[in-house]
């Protein structure tokens, strides 16, 4: 069964992309947390960072190299947050690995 993510990267469902390459997609979330709201998600589906391999190591990297750089294009500059919600208990609702790329707002911390 393929996750809503995955769906989104077969284009079986619309999505407002704001970057693609050969191992990552870029979205808006649906539901915007901020005025800048990005879902950045591996096109491998691994469920979440607990469930990533070793072999997962260098697709890793790469979304966090990527990350800035979308928030860049986007206009944050160097101010934007990334957070990732690992399992049920920590707020993980779409089981394929995806970070939050927020901005445009301040933030506090710690974050509720
Ligand atoms: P999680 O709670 O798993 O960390 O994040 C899942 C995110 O996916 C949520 O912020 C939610 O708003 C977003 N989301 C759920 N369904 C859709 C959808 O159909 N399209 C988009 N673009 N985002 C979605």
């Given amino acids: 069964m393929p996750t809503l993510f ?3 990267i077969a284009r079986e469902i619309p999505a407002d992309i704001v970057h693609e390459d050969d191992l990552c997609i870029a979205f808006r979330d ?3 947390q901020a005025p800048v709201h990005v ?3 591996p096109k491998k589906p691994i469920v979440n960072l607990y469930d990533a391999s070793a072999d ?3 697709l890793l990297g790469h979304l966090l190299a990527t990350a800035p750089r979308i928030a860049e294009r986007l206009g944050l500059g160097d101010a934007f947050r990334l957070n990732i919600n690992n399992g049920t208990g920590a707020g993980q609702t779409v089981f394929h690995l995806h ?3 927020l901005g445009g707002r301040p933030f506090a911390w710690p974050p509720g």
């Fill in 30 to 32: 649906i539901h915007p």
């Fill in 56 to 58: 997962d190591q260098s």
């Fill in 39 to 41: 879902l950045l998600v």
């Fill in 6 to 8: 995955e769906k989104i």
């Fill in 99 to 101: 970070l939050h790329i």
